[in-house]
């Protein structure tokens, strides 16, 4: 017997206001990750092994954690160590804005978005190494001749206002207060939109300093080791722990073959532009080919949005890159004289309706897979809903916030887990 927590796709009600401006991100220690979501750790649970499998964003952020709580952690990864720059994780933006998102995310989506939005100053806090994280809000801009989008944009944001009433509302800006909040496009633009609360990390001192963090407890990534299910579960049999198979398109075979999971790719240019000052991440409107610029540190810039369905991996294409470039100029003409540190593509684990899913396959093996273009954005409600079954048996914090989490009738043995119920 299955349990299975629906899909939300109308109206949700977001988590207690607390647990989002409250993000715990004084909370140190070993119990940490599961405090900050008021998870009771059994302890008599605590040593039990976990693998798992995949070490890109969800697979560190979950074994960082694990580790940290007590667990013995293995983390095995398909990939050679000297393939990691060429990760989806890698090339993203990472930037966490779910109101911008959300006119093309579903609703849980954009719930998810905020919750995770609260939860990040805590989970970086906890690694050994800093990480660049910035809560300015989102600067939306278009130009004149593209106010039809711009129109069709803001009516997409007021349809989503209505579903949830309490994610802060888009702040029109005329010509004068887009000089006064970003100065750099003064006199450039007549109109554009805040989108407040928003923010954006640094994608690779994330990565880096997850590593550093699971090195500190002496538990080193096994690059070049492409697990399969089955060799899972067969150290399972051994150990008795649990597997959490975070493998992204590498679990393809296991979920049913590219109709049910596919790669949808993304393109992305950095930028070193040291003639241009914008304070946080922009989006430039536009028909065929809106961008986004994402300011990082060092006067690094990141420069995307390109989405096309198809798992092909090979280098940028012209086109895509001339669109990058242009649109980047247009915002910015101190973008000409900018230096090409990169042109990065790479292909996102999207499932059939593009939102994530946690299906517990046999007890105690989690498949944890369809983050899309999404993965810094929600990762952290989808590895607290994660620890919150793994220790309570209960996925109160995935219904709250429309995670698709299927699970077996009884997850635990000799004890009455709390169940998942719709």
């Not at 647990?19 to 605590?46: F, K």
């Not at 560190?60 to 007590?70: C, K, Q, T």
């Not at 593009?354 to 954005?377: C, M």
Request: overall charge negative; hydrophobic content about 45%.
């Amino acid at each position: 017997m299955e349990s299975i927590v629906p899909v939300v796709r109308g109206t949700l009600t977001l988590p207690p206001s607390s647990s989002l401006t409250n993000p715990a991100a004084s909370l140190t220690g070993p119990s940490a990750a599961a405090s900050a979501v008021g998870i009771t750790l059994p302890w008599a649970a605590q040593r039990d092994p976990i693998l798992v499998l995949g070490a890109g964003l969800m697979g560190r952020l979950l074994a960082a954690s694990l580790v940290e709580v007590g667990h013995p952690v293995r983390i095995v990864e398909a990939a050679p160590a000297a393939a990691v720059e060429s990760s989806a994780a890698h090339f993203a933006a990472a930037m966490l804005a779910p109101l911008a998102e959300s006119a093309i995310a579903e609703a849980s989506v954009v719930a998810q978005g905020y919750y995770a939005l609260s939860r990040w100053p805590a989970l970086l806090a906890s690694l050994p190494e800093p990480v660049f994280f910035q809560q300015e809000g989102t600067l939306i801009l278009w130009h004149r001749q593209d106010a039809g989008e711009a129109k069709r944009f803001s009516a997409l944001l007021a349809a989503v206002g209505e579903h949830l009433p309490h994610l802060p509302r888009p702040q029109p800006l005329d010509a004068q207060a887009i000089a006064e909040l970003e100065p750099s496009v003064a006199g450039r633009f007549a109109q554009g939109l805040y989108l407040p609360q928003e923010g954006q990390l640094d994608n690779r001192q994330l990565l880096a300093a997850l590593l550093a963090k699971l090195r500190q407890h002496e538990v080193e990534v096994e690059w070049g080791c492409p697990w399969d299910l089955e060799q899972a579960q067969a150290w399972q049999q051994q150990t008795g722990g649990w597997v959490l198979d975070c493998r992204g398109l590498g679990s393809q075979k296991e979920w049913g073959g590219q109709k049910l999971l596919r790669g949808v790719r993304g393109e992305v240019v950095r930028l070193y532009a040291p003639e241009v000052s914008l304070r946080r991440p922009t989006r430039l409107l536009h028909p065929r080919y809106p961008i986004y610029i994402a300011p990082k540190p060092g006067q690094v810039f990141v420069v995307g949005a390109t989405e096309i369905e198809s798992e092909d991996r090979s280098p940028v294409s012209v086109r895509s890159a001339l669109e990058l470039l242009s649109a980047a100029y247009a915002v910015h003409p101190a973008f000409a004289e900018a230096r090409i540190l990169e042109l990065g593509s790479q292909c996102r684990p999207t499932l059939a309706d593009n939102l994530p899913a946690v299906v517990e396959r046999s007890p105690r093996l989690l498949q944890i897979n369809g983050l899309y273009r999404h993965g810094f954005l929600i990762s952290p409600a989808i590895h607290d809903a994660v620890l919150e079954y793994l220790h309570q048996g209960s996925c109160r914090l995935a219904q709250q916030l429309g995670i698709p989490f299927q699970v077996q009738a009884a997850p635990f043995s000799g004890e009455s887990p709390l169940p998942c119920v719709s």
